[in-house]
């Protein structure tokens, strides 16, 4: 795997203002359900790995506490509400040093 991470190793990330240790997997089994994890994927796109974070069996901005799921009985059937400061246009963003920052 690039930058000399291994399957399992710790990460150090910065999200929203909370310091969490996510561990890189392969897949969402890997962790238990509700934990945070690092998922490795190939993209459909270009063939190149990318890097997922998210929340087994949930989803990672309500587990932030960034965003609020809301469900409807209508499609789409479930938006995220976000909390200020956060918006939509807010994506993750790693630098090759792992450093993470929302912008």
Known sequence: MALGYEYGDM???DIAGQ???VPICAEYNDVDIGALV???VTSVNNGNNE?????S???LATW???A????????PCYRWDFIEP????????ADAEGEGRLS
């Open 19 to 21: 310091v969490l240790d």
């Open 51 to 55: 890097v997922i974070a998210s929340v």
């Open 11 to 13: 990460v150090c990330m």
């Open 68 to 75: 609020k799921l809301s469900t409807f009985a209508e499609d």
């Open 38 to 40: 690092l998922r490795v």
């Open 57 to 59: 069996g949930g989803d």
């Open 64 to 66: 932030l506490g960034i």
């Open 86 to 93: 956060y918006g939509e246009d807010n994506r993750h963003r």
